[in-house]
């Protein structure tokens, strides 16, 4: 297994490291722009996810009304982008592709 690339974000790097941990040891990891992309989609995810399960689906706006989390769109976002790259980066079905 390669090193995480230090430039990527913590967010990042703790994504790469739980895909780094299924990865076949025979098989490159990925790398370059569109899987960092990915990383960072999961990242986003993820943060989202932590802030409404902190503070609620529903918040107080800055006059104090209730509206959505803000992060639910962020979530739902993210999981459009990464439902796109379906299973590029699912380690059995990469390494069928790398051979």
Do not use: C
């Amino acid at each position: 297994m390669s090193e995480t690339p230090a430039h990527l974000s913590e967010p990042e790097a703790v994504a790469w490291g739980e895909l780094a941990a299924r990865w076949p040891a025979n098989v490159p990891m990925p790398e370059g722009a569109e899987f960092e992309a990915w990383l960072g989609q999961v990242a986003r995810l993820r943060d989202a996810q932590r802030a409404t399960a902190a503070d609620g689906l529903i918040v107080a706006d800055p006059k104090g009304i209730p509206m959505p989390h803000p992060a639910l769109e962020i979530e739902r976002r993210a999981q459009i982008e990464l439902r796109t790259w379906g299973d590029k980066f699912d380690p059995r079905k990469y390494a069928r592709r790398a051979r």
